[in-house]
């Protein structure tokens, strides 16, 4: 089935560095979501993207949705220690079918040392 | 309740046995979403609800997995003949409607298949 290839899988970052992950498909989406999950819960919607090109930004989070429609990165300015947790991408894909049919890459797991 | 509920939070069952989780959506939510979460995976998409419209079955593995909702309201996801294969993070999530892209997640429920 669809794939969405997330990275990096994992970081381990001093506290106050930026941080940039991304998501890659080979195919085209309709829409980029970004969600973050802390341990024992369900994942937080951080920034939805609806259109090619779009930046969006939520606090020190910024999004692209790539011109290609096929690439969103996630970027965290000077990071925090409860900015830790898993980050992931989710899309809609471009094709006739099921509407509710979200796909998630398999994460990005953020470490941050005070 | 203010979110989307799970019960139980967690499950420990043998292999071969029949379970039942059950998820509350956000009251006012027209669109159910089941997923399946192994543990340092992304999300799996396995079913969804939208009102009365027949659900979207697509990413259900097997027919030992099945759901059912009730209206507008509660859904219970059943494995049957549980395999060590099932063990995993079961998530609910609900939505306004479906091309609503805000999916609002319950924290899970833990299946663990011995």
């Known amino acids: 089935g669809q794939q969405l290839n997330q990275s990096p899988q994992s970081m381990f970052i001093q506290e106050g560095e930026d941080v940039s992950m991304n998501c890659t498909s080979s195919?085209?989406?309709?829409?980029w979501l970004w969600y973050k999950q802390d341990p024992g819960e369900g994942p937080v919607l951080l920034i939805a993207l609806y259109k090619a090109g779009e930046l969006t930004s939520n606090g020190r989070l910024t999004a692209q949705f790539g011109i290609t429609r096929k690439d969103s990165f996630l970027n965290i300015s000077a990071s925090i220690p409860s900015d830790v947790g898993i980050y992931f991408c989710a899309g809609r894909p471009n094709y006739g079918g099921s509407q509710g049919n979200l796909i998630f890459g398999k994460g990005t797991k953020l470490s941050v040392k005070p | 309740g203010a979110g989307v509920s799970q019960s139980p939070s967690n499950k420990v069952t043998e292999k071969g046995k029949d379970v039942e989780l059950r998820c509350d959506p956000i009251s006012g939510h027209t669109a159910l979403y089941w997923y399946r979460q192994r543990l340092g995976q992304g999300l799996e998409f396995l079913i969804y609800f939208q009102g009365n419209s027949a659900p979207d079955k697509s990413g259900l593995p097997s027919d030992r997995f099945s759901a059912e909702r009730t209206g507008e309201s509660v859904s219970t996801l059943t494995i049957q003949r549980t395999q060590q294969e099932d063990s995993a993070v079961y998530l609910c999530?609900?939505?306004?409607?479906?091309?609503?892209?805000?999916?609002?997640f319950g924290p899970g429920t833990r299946l663990t298949v011995l």
């Open positions: 195919s085209i989406f309709n829409t």
């Open positions: 999530a609900s939505s306004l409607m479906v091309i609503d892209n805000e999916q609002f």
